[in-house]
């Protein structure tokens, strides 16, 4: 059964603080692995991640894949309390065009 | 970034009536779209699979005749809950697959409806 761990579940931070979120994975034929953002609504986009070893960079936000040890973290660097929010990693199996999320990291960061 | 839309966004019926919930994706054409649940405090769960001019394809534990769903076009897709009960009152989120060769593909999320059933 394809499954999508992330760690840790919860994280408090203060305003300035560097957080790493991480996800790890078991799926058949992996395609990809995404990275949303969920505040008060729907989740929204933030990385796509299909190969090892390069980083993807918005702005404060990093993230990386590893495909041989199967996770990726994403990295939040100056933490602004408008980060606060859950972060979802999902992933693709290959041959399907499903998701599979794994339960988020709720993250707060306090002024 | 794409756009994916939700009407409505919030809905509150009474038990035994059913709730249409339309999934528009409005500037790109999305063959495959996705339904999903979520509770609170808990992850996404996906219901279904809606494929443009096919018939969707649901999840284990899902109930086709309860969540119907029509992808009438590249664009639209809806989900009906019939005879919908307190227990499936919940946050339903579409997503709408943007596919366009390699290096492309990603999926865009709705705002969500939260639905009540009194």
């Known amino acids: 059964e394809d499954k999508v761990v992330q760690s840790p579940l919860s994280l408090v931070v203060h305003e300035g603080d560097t957080v790493t979120l991480n996800c790890s994975y078991e799926?058949?034929?992996?395609?990809?692995l995404l990275w949303y953002k969920q505040e008060k609504k729907a989740p929204t986009f933030l990385f796509m991640l299909t190969s090892s070893g390069i980083e993807k960079k918005s702005g404060r936000l990093s993230s990386i894949l590893d495909k041989k040890e199967l996770f990726s973290i994403l990295n939040i660097t100056a933490t602004q309390t408008g980060d606060s929010a859950i972060y979802l990693c999902a992933v693709g199996p290959g041959g399907s065009e499903k998701l599979v999320f794994g339960k988020g990291t709720k993250l707060t960061v306090n002024p | 970034g794409a756009v994916v839309s939700q009407h409505p966004s919030r809905v509150i019926c009474k038990s035994g009536t059913s709730v249409k919930i339309e999934c528009r994706s409005l500037?790109?054409?999305?063959?495959?779209m996705f339904w999903y649940r979520q509770f609170p405090k808990q992850s996404l769960m996906l219901m279904a699979t809606?494929?443009?001019?096919?018939?969707?394809?649901?999840e284990q534990g899902v109930e086709k005749d309860k969540f119907l769903i029509n992808h009438a076009s590249l664009t639209l897709s809806t989900l009906t809950v019939t005879s919908a009960h307190p227990e499936d009152s919940s946050f339903y989120i579409c997503s709408a697959r943007d596919y366009r060769g390699l290096g492309r593909d990603e999926q865009y999320f709705g705002p969500g409806t939260r639905l009540t059933v009194t």
């Open positions: 799926v058949t034929n992996f395609r990809s």
């Open positions: 500037d790109f054409q999305a063959t495959t």
């Open positions: 809606s494929n443009e001019g096919s018939k969707a394809t649901y």
